[in-house]
């Protein structure tokens, strides 16, 4: 496989395996093969211990002395935690924003909306709400809080989301309330449109997870999710 240059090469190994995960090609309780990966990745046992490091750190994998490391519990109640929590740690950093209320922040945010509004094409939306989010991130969370979000951003990633070529329509008017809560100051209303999209974030992934037989049907989501 080559190498995307520019990118850390413990990030290429996270996302290998988070993919590997989302589709159903490592389960709960599986072993990680490090050879393996290596060998797929072409990188050495470097970047794959520390790809390891972090995964165990975001919960993702658990290792045992001697034995390795291994998935951890990955099930309709991870999925809907991770999106808990997702929604809250952004939520944070939005409210900030709201009650700030920065004019060079706020241009940013309009601009950003405006593309958002305006392109169908998946990739572009994704990445365009990603640089979103960024420039919230980067304007208000703090070392931790910004750790905190990338460590939930690291199951959130970009081929997912980009695989799903539907959902503009439906992420899009969360991304409007959140603007228009940061330019009227209105902190609740920032955060609860970061918390109600990462719940819709969660629905969309777990139908997809259901749809492709990672996760069984009776754990899909119910309407009162």
């Given at each position: 496989?080559?190498?995307?240059?520019?990118?850390?090469?413990?990030?290429?190994?996270?996302?290998?395996?988070?993919?590997?995960?989302?589709?159903?090609?490592?389960?709960?309780?599986?072993?990680?093969?490090?050879?393996?990966?290596?060998?797929?990745?072409?990188?050495?046992?470097?970047?794959?211990?520390?790809?390891?490091?972090?995964?165990?750190?975001?919960?993702?994998?658990?290792?045992?002395?001697?034995?390795?490391?291994?998935?951890?519990r990955f099930d309709v109640a991870?999925?809907?935690?991770?999106?808990?929590?997702?929604?809250?740690?952004?939520?944070?950093?939005?409210?900030?924003?709201?009650?700030?209320?920065?004019?060079?922040?706020?241009?940013?945010?309009?601009?950003?909306?405006?593309?958002?509004?305006?392109?169908?094409?998946?990739?572009?939306?994704?990445?365009?709400?990603?640089?979103?989010?960024?420039?919230?991130?980067?304007?208000?969370?703090?070392?931790?809080?910004?750790?905190?979000?990338?460590?939930?951003?690291?199951?959130?990633?970009?081929?997912?989301?980009?695989?799903?070529?539907?959902?503009?329509?439906?992420?899009?008017?969360?991304?409007?309330?959140?603007?228009?809560?940061?330019?009227?100051?209105?902190?609740?209303?920032?955060?609860?449109?970061?918390?109600?999209?990462?719940?819709?974030?969660?629905?969309?992934?777990?139908?997809?997870?259901?749809?492709?037989?990672?996760?069984?049907?009776?754990?899909?989501?119910?309407?009162?999710?």
């Amino acid at each position: 496989m080559p190498k995307k240059y520019g990118v850390k090469e413990k990030d290429l190994v996270v996302a290998h395996v988070v993919n590997m995960v989302l589709t159903g090609k490592l389960r709960s309780g599986d072993r990680i093969d490090r050879n393996e990966i290596a060998h797929e990745l072409g990188l050495s046992r470097v970047p794959i211990q520390e790809a390891v490091v972090q995964l165990e750190h975001d919960g993702i994998l658990s290792t045992r002395y001697h034995r390795g490391a291994f998935v951890e519990r990955f099930d309709v109640a991870f999925v809907r935690e991770h999106h808990e929590l997702h929604g809250l740690l952004t939520g944070m950093a939005s409210a900030r924003a709201a009650a700030d209320r920065d004019s060079g922040v706020v241009d940013q945010l309009n601009t950003l909306t405006g593309v958002l509004r305006s392109t169908r094409e998946s990739r572009a939306f994704y990445d365009t709400a990603w640089q979103y989010r960024t420039v919230i991130t980067d304007a208000y969370a703090g070392p931790r809080l910004a750790a905190l979000i990338r460590s939930v951003q690291a199951f959130t990633p970009r081929t997912f989301w980009v695989g799903y070529l539907s959902n503009q329509d439906e992420m899009l008017p969360y991304y409007e309330n959140e603007t228009s809560a940061i330019r009227s100051g209105d902190q609740a209303a920032a955060r609860n449109a970061c918390v109600d999209r990462s719940e819709l974030m969660g629905r969309i992934m777990l139908a997809e997870l259901v749809r492709r037989g990672v996760l069984h049907a009776a754990g899909a989501p119910s309407a009162a999710f």
